[in-house]
């Protein structure tokens, strides 16, 4: 087959003749015609996703007031934005969280606003210059009322997302949702055979200056986005268009709850067919798109992997993980991305969008590397006691008593005939036992005892500590022996050595 | 149809009333969710509509106050994007993708743990009385 320029094609979206089919459906046209049929019938073929997308934020120019002031800091709707930059501009950040509301409102729902059309109380504090004398200002603004209001999106329209479950007894409330316990539930995110960067792996027509739907209007892809990491099918984009022609059903300020908040995004990209190859990679479905299932349980960069999973198995709403049948939810909208996909397609119909030519490739060849951490961080282990007094769980209350009184100990981990960690009983547990006259130990020994790794850093033991009020920890091996004890006794002495781990505690 | 009991005399726990209330009408009634503190006892039970009317007149006489629960979950059309995260949490099976993954939702089936109020990221869902 002759290849087609994207020349060709606009003049196609110009008279009206252009062929255009939304991604999902090209799936179906490439597996019934084959791949060069399909590229012979096909122009274009539109793409979308609708999800959240933490790192997006707009670059606003308020005009000057009179008397100027070169802002300090500024707020929208009690919402700051960055202000590092010249005197009237800022950058409101999607995750900004308000200043009164916390995150029940933030920079993601100021955006909204703003485009839906409401009225905003912002207010700003100056440094006080002679160019710029005036110190305070507050006034409501619109949309209309800024000069420019440019969505600038650092990392947008991730190929993939991994999926997300918990381990844990607990429910932990994560950017990837509500993770229930023990495997309740998992949590997935990304438009499947939708996706923009999937529907073009190597990035052949998606590079700097390509024209694409961002959230109702025309923008750009204006570069890599933040993470672009390609060889592991991580490849994300950095996109711009003008927040005034954006239209609120593609924009949505939202709360992860416990997390913060964020902004749904909408992007549709146009994948014009130029040759068979391009052809056959828009034919990709959801039982073609693979990623992993990842354990949020584990507080650590480097989650474990439980499985290898596709969209299709995602999207069928059950996965078996560890043996069980797990239900599964999106975070992003198919329904959203799929009227995008439509939207777009209509769009290129009437002639009203053009395709461009990308002015630059985008990188393929680069990964995402971890930051690079030059201070060391105390583990577990570098700080735990590692002569622990323990006891049977057969003994008696006495016994107990006994050695809290000896040892001065308040924390004492009760261990099994095998040496294995059953319980932990503390100088408290004991006055409640003799209040009560109870005699076994077993009887008033807390049971779900929380744990510590000797690998664990120290900061997530903090957290730990913090979180559920205690303060000690038994550190266990992987046979759960107890090989030493953790206490905020501990921990506090070691922000006095501050200097030793040149490290700040937060307590 | 569900009914909301709540109760706040403490010796009212003393003696059995939902067994009670279950002997006299012979009603089945499924407790979905209980809630007991120091103050007061709520709980959302579920009973056959032809008995409704007998429970709750029952419940009233032994001085637990009945409201019936018309909305069990308030669901904010114009809000919602659709995402789904409200599916998987729900222990009742009340949200489902239909054909063209847009929500629907099963009121009926809710118990009202309040598990989706939080799971919604665009804050759609509330649990109103």
Known sequence: ?507 | MKLLLRRFSSRLHETPYTAEVILETGAKINIDRANVDAVRADLIIDVPEDKVERVAALFREKGVEVRKLVKLIAWDETRCVHCGACISVCPTGVFKFDPSWNISVEEEKCVRCEVCVKACPLGALACVE
């Open chain 1, 1 to 507: 087959m002759r290849n087609k320029s994207i020349e060709e094609i606009n003049e196609k979206i110009v008279d009206g003749s252009v062929h255009v089919v939304t991604a999902d459906k090209m799936s179906e046209i490439v597996s019934e015609l084959g791949v060069e049929e399909a590229a012979k019938e096909v122009d274009v073929v539109t793409t979308g996703t609708f999800g959240p997308m933490c790192s997006s934020g707009v670059f606003i120019n308020f005009g000057h007031a009179d008397p100027p002031i070169k802002m300090k800091r500024v707020w929208l709707n009690d919402v700051e934005a960055y202000t590092g930059i010249a005197a009237v501009d800022a950058y409101l950040g999607a995750t900004q969280p308000s200043e009164d509301k916390g995150a029940e409102y933030g920079g993601g729902y100021v955006i909204e606003d703003l485009v839906a059309g409401k009225p905003i109380e912002m207010k700003a504090i100056g440094y006080g210059t002679d160019c710029y004398p005036r110190k305070e200002i507050g006034t409501t603004i619109t949309l209309e009322d800024l000069n420019q209001a440019m969505m600038l999106n650092p990392r947008n329209s991730s190929q993939r997302y991994v999926v997300a479950t918990n381990s844990t007894d607990r429910t932990l409330y994560t950017y990837m949702g509500t993770l229930l316990p023990n495997y309740r539930n998992a949590n997935y995110c990304g438009a499947g055979a939708l996706s923009p960067l999937f529907n073009d792996p190597d990035f052949e027509t998606i590079g700097v200056g390509t024209r694409i739907f961002l959230s109702g209007a025309g923008g750009y892809v204006i570069g890599e986005g933040t993470q672009h990491n390609p060889v592991n099918s991580f490849g994300t984009l950095m996109v711009a268009g003008n927040l005034k022609e954006m239209s609120a059903e593609f924009l949505k300020g939202a709360t992860f709850y416990g997390y913060g908040v964020t902004l749904y995004v909408g992007i549709g990209i146009p994948i014009p067919v130029l040759n068979e190859g391009i052809a056959r990679k828009t034919g990709i479905s959801d039982g073609d798109i693979v990623t992993e299932v990842l354990d949020y349980g584990v507080s650590r960069r480097d989650r474990p992997v439980l499985r290898r999973v596709t969209y299709e198995e995602l999207k069928s709403g059950l996965i078996e993980i560890e043996g069980k049948e797990v239900p599964t939810s999106p975070l992003s909208s198919f329904y959203m991305a799929s009227k995008i996909a439509a939207e777009l397609k209509r769009g290129l119909e009437a002639g009203k969008f053009l395709l461009s030519l990308p002015v630059e490739r985008l990188p393929t060849d680069t990964v995402f590397k971890p930051m690079k951490q030059t201070k060391e961080l105390p583990l577990v282990k570098d700080v735990m006691t590692r002569e622990v007094k323990t006891i049977s769980e057969r003994a008696s209350i006495g016994d107990a008593a006994k050695l809290i009184m000896e040892t001065q100990i308040t924390h004492i981990p009760v261990i099994s005939k095998e040496s294995k960690l059953v319980g932990i009983v503390t100088a408290w547990d004991i006055s409640t036992a003799v209040a009560k006259r109870h005699e076994d130990l077993a009887e008033i020994m807390t049971r779900k005892v929380m744990t510590a790794d000797p690998e664990e850093p120290l900061e997530l033991v903090i957290r730990k500590l913090e979180k559920y009020n205690i303060s000690a920890l038994p550190v266990i091996d992987k046979d759960r022996k107890v090989i030493g004890m953790i206490t905020s006794d501990e921990i506090s002495k070691l922000i006095g050595k501050r200097g030793k781990w040149q490290w700040r505690l937060r307590i």
